[in-house]
């Protein structure tokens, strides 16, 4: 029986798309109806990803899932869907009854547990990050332990919107190339002196090259009991219904209480993304570029 361990893939799917309009991770963006998710589903299997883990909202179709299912099991790839239930996490005696959607990314990868005994790699369903990305997280997951992550980290100019402020977490990293914070804000946009955003009732200015957070993470399976850690404390102090346990708030205290370290490794592909309604042509069109210049077959699946 073989004990290779799988190289394992963890899709975050469950966001609701507020500001999209939509399911984003299921939209179409090829005349044959391919979304996002699927081509990042492309990239990790040429990449030799062979376990693939997606959480998932309830709006999620059925057709989607199981097609998608076809095509990984065709491809001899292992499959999980699962469900992010905002109760996942939930100690016993604490009721957030009026809650009507999951707690955040924090608590998505937290889902996961079940059925990840492996490093996996994280990413967002909703993010195109470009072929040349997957190799080094599948590089990356023989590099990680209890105490040590990666992060795979953009420009920050490389990942605005045209159409409004994006939620991105400020990576500041030292010489050689360790995380020393991470810092999750709200309201970077592009303006005519740079990439700003406001925090504590003032307006910031970061270097276009400034590496922020896509959650493109590598863990080992230790960030579970972080995050079950993490996550009752969050609940403890009695959030707002509204409140989203942030991945990158989680590895930021964890780096605070220097329980793990986390080195930075900015991708060299290009980064695309649907935040608003609006981000769809551009990148429709750039994907269309791609398979023009065959770096992508259409239909995606043949």
């Given at each position: 029986?073989?004990?290779?361990?799988?190289?394992?893939?963890?899709?975050?799917?469950?966001?609701?798309?507020?500001?999209?309009?939509?399911?984003?991770q299921?939209?179409?963006i090829?005349?044959h109806g391919?979304?996002?998710?699927?081509?990042?589903?492309f990239?990790?299997?040429?990449?030799?990803?062979?376990?693939?883990?997606?959480?998932?909202?309830?709006q999620?179709?059925?057709?989607?899932?199981?097609r998608?299912?076809?095509?990984?099991?065709?491809?001899?790839?292992?499959?999980?869907?699962?469900?992010q239930?905002?109760a996942?996490?939930v100690?016993?005696?604490l009721?957030?009854?009026?809650?009507?959607k999951?707690?955040?990314?924090?608590?998505a990868?937290?889902c996961?547990?079940?059925?990840?005994?492996e490093?996996?790699?994280?990413?967002?369903?909703?993010?195109?990050?470009?072929?040349?990305?997957?190799?080094?997280?599948s590089?990356?997951?023989?590099?990680?332990?209890?105490?040590?992550?990666?992060?795979?980290?953009?420009?920050?100019?490389?990942?605005?919107?045209?159409?409004?402020?994006?939620?991105?977490?400020?990576?500041?990293?030292d010489?050689?190339?360790?995380?020393q914070?991470?810092?999750?804000q709200?309201s970077?946009?592009r303006?005519?002196?740079?990439?700003?955003?406001?925090?504590d009732?003032?307006?910031?200015?970061l270097?276009?090259?400034?590496?922020?957070?896509?959650?493109c993470?590598?863990?080992?399976?230790?960030?579970?009991e972080?995050?079950?850690?993490?996550f009752?404390?969050?609940?403890g102090?009695?959030?707002?219904?509204?409140?989203?346990?942030?991945?990158?708030?989680?590895?930021?205290t964890?780096?605070?209480e220097?329980?793990?370290?986390?080195?930075?490794?900015?991708?060299?592909?290009?980064w695309?993304?649907?935040?608003?309604?609006?981000?769809k042509?551009q990148?429709?069109?750039f994907?269309?570029?791609e398979?023009?210049?065959?770096r992508?077959?259409?239909?995606?699946w043949?």
């Amino acid at each position: 029986m073989s004990t290779t361990k799988p190289r394992t893939l963890l899709v975050l799917a469950g966001g609701l798309g507020s500001r999209y309009g939509s399911l984003k991770q299921i939209d179409g963006i090829t005349p044959h109806g391919e979304s996002i998710l699927e081509f990042s589903v492309f990239d990790a299997l040429a990449a030799g990803f062979t376990k693939f883990v997606f959480i998932i909202n309830r709006q999620i179709p059925a057709a989607f899932t199981e097609r998608l299912t076809v095509v990984l099991t065709q491809r001899q790839a292992e499959v999980h869907w699962v469900v992010q239930d905002p109760a996942v996490g939930v100690l016993p005696g604490l009721s957030y009854s009026e809650r009507t959607k999951p707690w955040g990314t924090g608590q998505a990868v937290l889902c996961a547990q079940p059925v990840i005994a492996e490093p996996f790699t994280v990413l967002n369903a909703d993010d195109f990050y470009g072929r040349e990305l997957y190799p080094l997280a599948s590089q990356a997951l023989g590099e990680v332990d209890a105490a040590t992550y990666q992060l795979l980290a953009f420009p920050v100019a490389a990942t605005l919107s045209e159409q409004g402020v994006v939620s991105r977490g400020i990576c500041q990293v030292d010489g050689q190339g360790w995380l020393q914070s991470i810092d999750e804000q709200h309201s970077l946009r592009r303006e005519a002196d740079g990439v700003v955003y406001e925090k504590d009732g003032q307006q910031l200015t970061l270097p276009p090259d400034q590496p922020v957070s896509m959650n493109c993470w590598v863990f080992d399976p230790s960030i579970f009991e972080h995050l079950g850690s993490l996550f009752a404390q969050f609940l403890g102090a009695a959030p707002a219904p509204t409140s989203e346990f942030y991945l990158p708030v989680a590895v930021q205290t964890l780096l605070a209480e220097d329980l793990i370290r986390v080195r930075v490794r900015l991708s060299p592909s290009r980064w695309m993304g649907v935040t608003y309604a609006g981000d769809k042509e551009q990148l429709v069109e750039f994907v269309q570029q791609e398979i023009a210049q065959h770096r992508y077959p259409a239909p995606l699946w043949t």
